[in-house]
């Protein structure tokens, strides 16, 4: 199994509870564990364009052949902006991998998107399809394009400090700064 060195992390920027529009997102791109570039874009809150804005970010970037991997903060940006996760993957043919700290509340979760979300049922059928979390490593992954094993070596291999990835550790703090003047901790 072959080490995936160049890696893309990706996360949104903080907003207010009664934030509407677009809301930044950030993208880090990483050689192992040193920082080579920052991509930046938006994805609209509780919108349907997260998948296409995060492929855009590496499409339209000049990291576009290096990048081996694609690192997601959650499986949603902005809110609720679901990323359907397998047509990123075959998008930009690059295995993708979803990880979070803490195994997500679906009920709630679905609740609030039967009740509170347009496009609730559409972005449920979504997140069903990523397939189940899963504990690897000491976090919660859904994958796409790799297996548990490579999954859990891609983990092992990009953490600096901490459970996260690098790449997703330093696009929060960098989408932190750039919604609030400055970084703060608790990727």
Same mark, same amino acid.
């Given at each position: 199994?072959?080490?995936?060195?160049?890696?893309?992390?990706?996360?949104?920027? @903080?907003?207010?509870?009664?934030?509407?529009?677009?809301?930044p997102i950030?993208?880090?791109?990483? &050689?192992?564990?040193?920082?080579d570039?920052?991509?930046?874009?938006?994805?609209?809150?509780?919108g349907?364009?997260? &998948?296409?804005?995060?492929?855009?970010?590496?499409?339209?970037?000049?990291?576009?052949?290096?990048?081996?991997?694609v690192?997601?903060?959650?499986?949603?940006?902005?809110?609720?902006?679901?990323?359907?996760?397998?047509a990123?993957?075959?998008?930009?043919?690059? @295995?993708v991998?979803?990880? &979070?700290?803490?195994?997500?509340?679906?009920?709630a979760?679905?609740?609030?998107?039967?009740?509170?979300? /347009?496009?609730?049922?559409?972005?449920?059928?979504?997140?069903?399809?990523?397939?189940?979390?899963? /504990?690897?490593?000491?976090?919660?992954?859904?994958?796409?394009?790799l297996?548990?094993?490579?999954?859990?070596?891609?983990?092992?291999?990009?953490?600096?400090?901490g459970?996260?990835p690098?790449?997703?550790?330093?696009?929060?703090?960098?989408?932190?700064?750039?919604?609030?003047?400055?970084?703060?901790?608790?990727?």
């Open positions: 199994m072959r080490a995936l060195s160049n890696l893309l992390g990706v996360d949104d920027a @903080p907003f207010a509870r009664g934030h509407r529009g677009d809301v950030v993208g880090t791109v990483l &050689t192992r564990h040193r920082l570039g920052v991509v930046v874009g938006a994805a609209r809150r509780d349907a364009n997260a &998948t296409d804005r995060v492929a855009s970010l590496l499409e339209g970037s000049p990291f576009r052949e290096h990048v081996q991997a690192l997601l903060d959650g499986i949603a940006l902005a809110g609720f902006n679901v990323i359907d996760l397998h990123l993957a075959e998008r930009l043919a690059r @295995p991998l979803v990880v &979070t700290r803490r195994a997500p509340d679906l009920a979760i679905r609740r609030a998107l039967a009740t509170r979300v /347009p496009g609730g049922a559409r972005k449920w059928r979504l997140i069903e399809r990523a397939g189940p979390m899963e /504990p690897i490593e000491g976090v919660w992954v859904q994958r796409a394009g297996s548990a094993a490579a999954a859990a070596r891609l983990l092992r291999d990009s953490r600096v400090q459970l996260l690098e790449p997703i550790r330093l696009a929060h703090l960098i989408a932190g700064a750039l919604a609030r003047g400055r970084s703060r901790g608790g990727a």
